[in-house]
């Protein structure tokens, strides 16, 4: 509706202006440990599942809609186990909304790449990137409108077409990128997306780990350069 659209572009405007956070976020929240442990190993096996391994000495990964970045170490790990110095980015283009602790995505993604060597989140759009990538990890990407609306951000960031073949454009030859949606729906408007841009696809199907379990099934699209 016209009136949600105003709300979430005065709103992202405003948390995108001001940057406010409190510094300084350590997670001390068992339960949310815990949690966050478990969605690591969950992203650790999914890749494990999904993705070929190439040993080398090192290797540029980005992660698209990072968020507050809390599975960071999953994808660290994963990499680390076959690349000697993986190279780690996020990008998140709302990473300074602000939780209820009044800490935003920002610090809290400081907090879980600590000590992780070569991360680096960037605040910022996808669109703004340049360089390439040996891997592309991208979760729950916004190819319907409704998602979009619903955690917040304006209309004018739905455009699931251009940032898919901008995405694609950033990966080296012989790289590879691994799509995730959430439910059947989203896995059909995903598959729509690849056949428009004529983006050759391998169709994974449901994904699922012994780690964690979602309400509703994740369906896994790798693409290859």
């Known amino acids: 509706m016209v009136f949600e659209n105003i709300k979430n572009s005065i709103d992202f ?35 494990e599942q999904c993705l070929d391994k190439h040993q ?26 076959f690349v000697q110095t993986p190279c780690l980015d996020g990008v ?26 070569n991360t680096n989140y960037i605040a910022g759009d996808l669109l703004s990137i340049s360089d390439t990538y040996d891997y592309i990890i991208w979760f729950l990407p916004f190819v319907t409108i409704e998602p979009l609306k619903y955690w917040g951000l304006p209309e004018k960031y739905f455009m699931p077409e251009k940032l898919l073949y901008h995405a694609f454009s950033l990966l080296k030859n012989g790289g590879q990128m691994l799509i995730v949606n959430q439910g059947e729906k989203e ?5 729509l997306l690849f056949e428009k841009l004529n983006i050759k696809y391998t169709e994974k199907g449901i994904v699922k780990s012994d780690f964690l379990e979602y309400k509703n099934d994740r369906y896994a699209f790798v693409t290859d350069r």
């Open 92 to 117: 998140e283009i709302d990473a300074f909304r602000l939780y209820s602790n009044l800490y935003s995505r920002y610090e809290s993604a400081k907090f879980y790449t600590k000590n992780l060597k």
């Open 187 to 191: 896995a059909s408007a995903q598959k």
């Open 56 to 81: 080398s000495d090192s290797a540029k990964i980005l992660d698209i809609g990072s968020k507050n970045w809390f599975y960071a170490k999953g994808e660290y790990s994963f990499f680390k186990s």
């Open 13 to 47: 405007f405003i948390r995108n202006k001001t940057k406010f956070s409190r510094k300084n976020f350590v997670e001390k929240d068992e339960k949310i440990l815990f949690r966050n442990y478990l969605e690591n190993l969950y992203t650790y096996d999914i890749l």
